[in-house]
C-alpha cells in the first residue's frame, strides 16, 4: 500500500491541470494573494527534496520547521514525504527554550525558519544544538547577523536541488518508491499544561486511515469548497485538517498572521474551516454589541430572527425534517435581511461546514451560529489520535454533545468516566518517553485521553472535564472549571476566565475583562478613569461584572458557584506561560502569578 501523503500530489495531477491552484497564501486584508499550483508545488517540493538529499538528510531523520503559516511549509511537508523524511512544526510562539528542547529530543538536521523573531531565537540555541546542520531562513525580509555565514535562503536551498546530480534525483525516486506506511509522517509536539512537551509518533498510516475516515463522513465536501488555513500548522487539526482538503482537491489559503483573520476572511470568504472555540466566541461576542447598539424595534426583530432561525435549523433541519412553508418563508426574509449580513461581515457569507474543536464551546454560541445558518460543526480529538474522534453528522446531532465517533475509530468508557479510544489513528507513542507511552495506554490497547465523559443511547459523546482539570473543594464537592468557563466566556465583557478552588471552601475567578467593551460601558455610563487598572477598580465596574457573572450562573449548584472574582488589569498570554501555544490554560502558572490575588480572595 502506497503512502496517501507521498503521492498526493502526483494524484491531484493526474485529476486537474498542473497549472489549477493547490494552495495560497494571504498576509493581510491589503495584501496580494499568491497562488502555488499543483505544477509549481511538484516542482518546488522535488528540488527541495533533491537539496535535502545533498544536505545529508536520511530517511526518517527529522527536519523541523519553527515560522507562522507560510507557502513553504506544504513544500517542506511534501519534500520531506518524497525522501522518507519527518517534519516536525515547532510553534511560531514557542520560547528558546521550547525550540532547543524539540530539535535535540526530535534530532532535527535542519531547521526552516519563517520569521525575524524565530531568527534570533535560532541563533541563539544553534550552538547548544549540535546535531543541527543547517538553518534556512525562509523570508527574505529576515536580516541575517553579520556574522552568520552558514544559514541559506529558502531560494538558495531549492538551488541547490535545481544543480543536484542526477544521482540525487534517483535516490528520491527510490526512497518515494520504498515509502511505507508504517514510517513516521510527522511529530507533533504537544503543548501540554504542565511538563515538557511530548512528540507524538504519527505514521504515514494514521493519516492514510484518517483520510478514509473524513471522506466517508464529510461528504458535502468537494473540489469546489475554499478553506481558510486559520490555525498554526504546527497544530494537529489543522495540518490534518488542511492535509484532507489538497487530497479532496479544496483549495487552501494560507493565512499568514491569526490576529488578522477577521480582516482575510472577507477576501477569501472560504466555505469550510477549522476553529478553535475562542474564534467564534470572539464573533458571537461582536455580534452581541451590535446588537446591544440596536434600538429596541430593530432588537426585537433580531431576536426574534434568531428564534426563526432555531425553529427551522435546530427544529427541521437538524432532524432532517421537512420546513412548513410559513417557517421557511420566514426565515428566508429573515436570512436577507439580517442572517446573509451577519454572514458576510464575519467573511463568511457561503458556508459549508465550520469543524471546531480544541476547547468547549457554549450550546448557546452553537445554537446561535446555527440558527444563523452557519454551519458549526463540534468534534473531538487529540494530537495522539492524530485529530478526529468524533463530529457532528449533518443530521440528527445533539448540540451538548461532541457528535458521534467516525468511521474506523472504537470509543468506550473506561475508569472514572474516562473516554478511551481504539483504532488505525493511534499514535505509535511518545518519541523518546517509554514511561509516558506506556501511561498513556492500558494494557489491551485502549488509549486513555484524559477526557472525563459519557456515551449516549445515540451513540454521541458528552465530555464532562479534562480529568487533571478536575478539582476538589475543601468540602468535599468536585468542580469542573472548564464548564464554568466556557459558560462566563459567552460574555461579552469577559474576554478570558480561570475558575479556582482546589481544595478551598469556596470556588473563585480570576477574569480579564474585554477591555474594548468595558471602556465603552464607562464612556456611556459617564464612569471616569485615568488607567485600565483604575477602571477595573471602579465599584460601578465590578458591580456590573458581578451582576452579569450572577445571571450566567443561574441552574448551577451552589458549590460550584462563583463566590468571589479578581479583575486583571492584562491578558494571560503564551510569552508569560499562562497559556499554552494552543491558548490553554496553564492553570499552576497562573495560580503562581496570581497567588496574592487568589489568597486575597479566601480571607475573612
Not at 34 to 45: C, D, F, I, N, P
Not at 116 to 142: E, F, K
Not at 424 to 441: D, Q
Request: hydrophobic letters at 40%.
Amino acid at each position: 500500500m502506497q503512502n496517501i501523503l507521498t503521492t498526493l500530489i502526483d494524484c491531484q495531477l493526474s485529476h486537474y491541470q498542473p497549472t489549477r491552484t493547490a494552495f495560497s497564501f494571504i498576509t493581510s486584508a491589503h495584501s496580494d494573494v499568491e497562488h502555488t499550483s499543483w505544477g509549481e508545488l511538484k516542482t518546488q517540493s522535488s528540488l527541495l527534496a533533491k537539496a535535502m538529499i545533498s544536505l545529508g538528510i536520511a530517511p526518517q531523520e527529522s527536519v523541523a520547521i519553527f515560522a507562522p503559516n507560510m507557502p513553504q511549509i506544504p513544500i517542506i511537508d511534501f519534500a520531506s514525504f518524497a525522501i522518507r523524511a519527518v517534519p516536525v512544526s515547532i510553534y511560531p510562539t514557542s520560547s528558546s527554550a521550547q525550540v532547543e528542547y524539540i530539535i535535540k529530543d526530535s534530532k532535527a538536521r535542519i531547521l526552516f525558519i519563517g520569521s525575524q523573531r524565530q531568527y534570533n531565537i535560532a541563533r541563539t540555541i544553534a550552538t547548544s544544538c549540535p546535531g543541527l546542520t543547517a538553518m534556512v531562513a525562509m523570508s527574505p525580509s529576515i536580516e541575517l547577523d553579520a556574522d552568520d555565514q552558514t544559514t541559506l535562503t529558502f531560494s538558495t536551498i531549492v538551488g541547490k536541488g535545481a544543480s543536484a546530480p542526477d544521482t540525487v534525483q534517483a535516490d528520491v525516486a527510490h526512497r518515494s518508491a520504498s515509502a511505507l506506511p508504517s514510517d513516521i509522517a510527522t511529530l507533533i509536539y504537544t503543548s501540554g499544561t504542565t511538563g515538557e512537551p511530548k512528540g507524538t509518533i504519527l505514521p504515514h498510516s494514521c493519516f492514510n486511515a484518517q483520510l478514509e475516515n473524513h471522506r466517508t463522513r464529510l461528504l458535502s465536501l468537494s473540489d469546489i469548497d475554499t478553506s481558510m488555513c486559520f490555525l498554526p500548522l504546527s497544530h494537529i487539526f489543522e495540518k490534518a485538517w488542511t492535509y484532507f482538503c489538497l487530497w479532496c482537491g479544496i483549495k487552501v489559503t494560507i493565512n499568514y498572521d491569526p490576529r488578522k483573520i477577521q480582516e482575510t476572511l472577507p477576501r477569501i470568504k472560504p466555505t469550510c474551516m477549522c476553529a478553535v472555540p475562542r474564534f467564534w466566541e470572539k464573533a458571537y461576542t461582536a455580534v452581541q454589541e451590535r446588537f446591544a447598539s440596536m434600538g429596541r424595534i430593530q432588537l426585537w426583530l433580531a431576536r426574534r430572527a434568531v428564534q426563526t432561525g432555531i425553529r427551522r435549523n435546530i427544529g427541521y433541519i437538524r432532524n432532517g425534517k421537512k420546513v412548513p412553508t410559513l417557517l421557511e418563508a420566514s426565515y428566508r426574509l429573515y436570512d436577507k435581511l439580517l442572517f446573509s449580513r451577519l454572514r458576510k461581515a464575519i467573511g463568511i457569507p457561503s458556508g459549508n461546514i465550520f469543524p471546531t474543536a480544541g476547547a468547549p464551546l457554549s450550546d448557546e454560541i452553537v445554537e446561535f451560529f446555527r440558527a444563523c445558518g452557519i454551519p458549526v460543526m463540534i468534534g473531538y480529538g487529540l494530537s495522539e489520535t492524530t485529530a478526529t474522534v468524533s463530529c457532528y453528522p449533518y443530521t440528527g446531532y445533539a448540540i451538548g454533545t461532541v457528535g458521534t465517533v467516525i468511521n474506523g475509530v472504537e470509543v468506550k468508557i473506561g475508569p472514572n468516566d474516562e473516554i478511551l479510544v481504539k483504532g488505525p489513528t493511534l499514535m505509535r507513542g511518545y518519541l523518546n518517553k517509554p514511561k509516558e507511552t506506556a501511561e498513556a495506554f492500558t494494557s489491551d490497547g485502549w488509549l486513555r485521553t484524559g477526557d472525563a465523559g459519557k456515551i449516549t443511547a445515540d451513540g454521541e459523546i458528552i465530555l464532562t472535564e479534562r480529568i487533571k482539570d478536575l478539582f476538589k473543594t475543601s468540602n468535599g464537592k468536585y468542580i469542573a472549571p472548564q464548564a464554568i468557563e466556557s459558560r462566563l466566556g459567552t460574555d461579552r465583557f469577559i474576554e478570558q476566565v480561570a475558575v479556582i478552588g482546589d481544595r478551598r471552601k469556596y470556588v473563585t475567578a480570576i477574569i480579564i475583562p474585554a477591555f474594548e467593551a468595558l471602556k465603552e460601558y464607562a464612556r456611556r455610563k459617564k464612569i471616569r478613569y485615568e488607567n485600565t487598572d483604575e477602571l477595573i477598580r471602579n465599584n460601578d465596574i465590578r458591580d456590573m461584572i458581578s451582576q452579569r457573572i450572577e445571571r450566567l450562573q443561574k441552574g448551577l449548584p451552589s458549590f460550584e458557584q462563583i463566590k468571589k472574582f479578581t479583575l486583571l488589569p492584562r491578558e494571560f498570554s503564551i510569552e508569560s506561560g499562562e497559556l499554552t501555544n494552543t491558548l490553554k490554560l496553564c492553570r499552576n502558572v497562573i495560580s503562581s502569578h496570581y497567588s496574592n490575588e487568589i489568597e486575597a480572595m479566601y480571607r475573612q
